[in-house]
């Protein structure tokens, strides 16, 4: 748990510091919002957590 908890804090902070990423963060659905989440636990990385966010604006769910 507390590596999902890590991946959770990471994952906020990334957003903090990527505003187009937060803002389509934002946009997003409940249900998208929980399916973006979810992949966190498959992160083994900060670099895998850091391209994920950078990734985001341009994923489509």
Do not use: H, K
């Amino acid at each position: 748990m507390d590596l999902n908890m890590n991946a959770a804090v990471t994952f906020g902070e990334l957003l903090q510091s990527n505003p187009q990423a937060a803002s389509y963060y934002d946009r997003c659905t409940p249900a998208q919002r929980q399916a973006i989440l979810l992949q966190l636990g498959q992160m083994s990385s900060q670099a895998q957590l850091r391209a994920f966010v950078d990734n985001l604006p341009s994923m489509s769910l």
